[in-house]
C-alpha cells in the first residue's frame, strides 16, 4: 500500500506540485496598473528625451545649413579677391595670385594679401567680415552637434528603459488576453458626440477628444489611430487653436502660471487634470467626469471622478 502511493505520486506531473496558483482578474489588474504606473513616468521620459531631440537636430540641421550659406559667400569673394590680385599684377604677380587661390584658409588668404596694396580695403575689410561670421557660425556649429550628440545619448538610455517595460507589460497584456479582460480597440473608432457644457476653444477641444473614444491607448501615440494621455491632450487642443507641449511633464511645467484649483465648482470643461507622480493625465469634460487615454490594454474613454481618482490628481491647468 505505501509502495503504491510513493509511485502514485512520483507519477503524478511536477507541475501539480510546484506550479504557483493562476492570479485572480483583480490580481492582474492590480499588478497592471502598478506597472503602468511606472511605464507612464518611463515612457514620458523617453518622450520628453525624444522631444529635445527632435528640437537638437533641428537646431543642427538649421544652423549646418545656414554655415554652408556662409562659407560659400566667403569662397566666392575669396575667388573675387583672388582674380583681382591676379589682375593686378599681371606682370610677375601672377605665382603670388596662384598661391592665393591654392590657400583653404581665409585668414591665411588674408595674410598673404597683405602685401597686396592694390587690393580695395573695402574689399579686404568684407572678407575679415565674412571670415569672423564663419568662425562665430563654426562656434555655433559645434555647440549644436554637441547638443544633438547628447541629446542622443538620453535617449538611448530611456529607450533601455522603454523596452524594460515593455517587456513587463508584454507579460501582463499575455495574461490579460487570456483572462479575456484586455480591451484591444478599433484604431478607425468615430467616437461619441460630446454633448457637455463647454463652449468656445474647450468645447472644439473635447469634441475632438470625444470623436477619438474607443480607439486603443499606444504609448507614443499620436494619433488618428492610437493615442496615449498626453498625445490626445495635445491633439485635442491643437485642433481649438491652443499649442500645448507634447509630454505630461512639459505640459505641467509649461502650465505653471495656468493652475486652477482642484474643485468641481472650480474646475471648467477642458481643464488638464494631472495624476500625482505625472504618470498619467486626462481632460475635465464638466459634470464630473474626466476623458482620457487610461492605459495599455484599454481604449480612450470617458470616466467619472470619483474617490478612486481624487485620490490620484496632483493637480489642474486651464491652457
Known sequence: MAAGVVIAVLLSPLDAAVAEPR????????????????????????????????????????????????????????????????????????????????SDDPRSLLSGMAAVDQISAGHAQSLRTFDAATQALKAQHGKAKDALSE???????????????????AEQTKLLRRLGAFRVGDPNSVGVAYTGSASGSARTALQFAYAQIGKPYQWGGEGPGSYDCSGLTQSAWARAGVGIPRTT?????????????????????????????????????????????????????????????????????RP
Do not use: C
Request: charged share 25%; hydrophobic share 35%; proline share 2%.
Open 23 to 102: 492570479p485572480t482578474l483583480a490580481q492582474a489588474r492590480a499588478k497592471l496598473a502598478k506597472l503602468n504606473d511606472q511605464a507612464g513616468k518611463v515612457v514620458d521620459r523617453y518622450n520628453l528625451a525624444d522631444e529635445r531631440w527632435k528640437k537638437a537636430k533641428k537646431h543642427y540641421d538649421k544652423l549646418n545649413e545656414v554655415y554652408g550659406q556662409q562659407r560659400e559667400s566667403v569662397e566666392a569673394l575669396r575667388r573675387n579677391l583672388v582674380t583681382l590680385a591676379v589682375s593686378s599684377y599681371q606682370a610677375g604677380g601672377l605665382s603670388g595670385g596662384a598661391g592665393l587661390m591654392s
Open 249 to 317: 511633464y512639459e505640459q505641467w511645467s509649461w502650465g505653471a502660471g495656468r493652475r486652477v484649483p482642484l474643485d468641481l465648482n472650480q474646475l471648467q470643461p477642458g481643464d488638464l487634470l494631472f495624476s500625482k507622480g505625472l504618470g498619467h493625465m486626462g481632460m475635465y469634460a464638466g459634470n464630473g467626469k474626466m476623458v482620457h487615454a487610461p492605459r495599455t490594454g484599454d481604449v480612450i474613454k470617458e470616466v467619472d471622478l470619483d474617490d478612486y481618482w481624487w485620490g490620484r490628481l496632483l493637480g489642474a491647468i
Open 151 to 169: 541629446a542622443d545619448k538620453a535617449r538611448d538610455t530611456l529607450a533601455k528603459e522603454k523596452s524594460t517595460t515593455k517587456r513587463l507589460i
